[in-house]
């Protein structure tokens, strides 16, 4: 996936805030999320309506809100990631309840987004993290391929699942990780991507071409989602 982290803060002395941080983070990986999409389009699995971009970029979303609450897990304490968690939903719902009404037209796409989120919440605490790495195990990558097949239409779903979990996730999440680091929320132990450019997102790069495209479970609180939408 040919997008690049070009990274560095516009002030580096002055206090970021964690809404900030959080409104970086999600315009982040809502452009990943569009790559990702683009990727499976340009694989020509079956997609026939904009409702299912909107939906498979649900699952994308989903799978990486999930995974920045795993691997802030042993750093920050659980009120306090719970905040954390709560907003990046928050300003991810933003993002599909504007796409999604573009779409669609007037309507509340939130609150089955929040549903949405909440459903895979519970699934993915069922599967494997790899904590040392930062990667999604085998079982969570196999539910995160299952959650997009359904999505599709019936022709491609038994070829799209060992592409979107062999080939398309670990492209798309070894970004994210970049994207975490540069926001601070994790460790950078590299050295690389700790910064943010001036415009605080990810540069696509358009110069080269696109190549084809045991913890607790965690859940979403609709009532606390939905105080400030």
Same mark, same amino acid.
């Given at each position: 996936?040919?997008?690049?982290?070009?990274?560095?803060?516009?002030?580096?002395? &002055?206090?970021?805030?964690? !809404? @900030?941080? $959080?409104?970086? #983070?999600?315009?982040?990986?809502?452009?990943?999320?569009?790559? %990702?999409?683009?990727?499976?389009?340009?694989?020509?699995?079956?997609?026939?309506?904009?409702?299912? &971009?909107?939906?498979?970029? !649900? @699952?994308? $979303?989903?799978? #990486?809100?999930?995974?920045?609450?795993?691997?802030?897990?042993? %750093?920050?304490?659980?009120?306090?990631?719970?905040?954390?968690?709560?907003?990046?939903?928050?300003?991810?719902?933003?993002?599909?309840?504007?796409?999604?009404?573009?779409?669609?037209?007037?309507?509340?796409?939130?609150?089955?987004?929040?549903?949405?989120?909440?459903?895979?919440?519970?699934?993915?605490?069922?599967?494997?993290?790899?904590?040392?790495?930062?990667?999604?195990?085998?079982?969570?990558?196999?539910?995160?391929?299952?959650?997009?097949?359904?999505?599709?239409?019936?022709?491609?779903?038994?070829?799209?699942?060992?592409?979107?979990?062999?080939?398309?996730?670990?492209?798309?999440?070894?970004?994210?990780?970049?994207?975490?680091?540069?926001?601070?929320?994790?460790?950078?132990?590299?050295?690389?991507?700790?910064?943010?450019?001036?415009?605080?997102?990810?540069?696509?790069?358009?110069?080269?071409?696109?190549?084809?495209?045991?913890?607790?479970?965690?859940?979403?609180?609709?009532?606390?989602?939905?105080?400030?939408?």
């Amino acid at each position: 996936m040919r997008i690049r982290i070009k990274t560095k803060w516009s002030n580096k002395v &002055r206090e970021v805030s964690v !809404e @900030e941080t $959080v409104s970086v #983070l999600a315009f982040n990986c809502w452009k990943i999320g569009m790559q %990702t999409l683009l990727e499976i389009e340009n694989e020509n699995f079956q997609i026939d309506t904009q409702q299912q &971009r909107i939906a498979i970029m !649900e @699952e994308v $979303v989903a799978l #990486l809100i999930h995974a920045l609450d795993r691997m802030v897990h042993e %750093t920050i304490e659980d009120e306090d990631r719970a905040t954390l968690i709560q907003l990046y939903a928050q300003k991810m719902a933003d993002h599909v309840q504007d796409n999604a009404r573009d779409f669609s037209g007037n309507g509340d796409y939130r609150t089955p987004f929040y549903e949405k989120l909440n459903q895979r919440f519970v699934g993915y605490a069922e599967t494997k993290w790899n904590a040392e790495r930062n990667q999604a195990g085998f079982s969570m990558g196999r539910e995160f391929a299952n959650n997009v097949i359904n999505t599709l239409g019936t022709r491609d779903k038994k070829w799209a699942l060992d592409y979107l979990q062999q080939v398309l996730l670990p492209d798309f999440f070894s970004l994210y990780i970049k994207t975490v680091k540069s926001v601070g929320l994790i460790e950078d132990s590299t050295g690389e991507g700790n910064q943010l450019d001036s415009q605080h997102h990810l540069i696509t790069d358009k110069e080269e071409k696109l190549k084809k495209i045991e913890r607790s479970k965690y859940e979403v609180a609709d009532s606390d989602l939905t105080k400030s939408s």
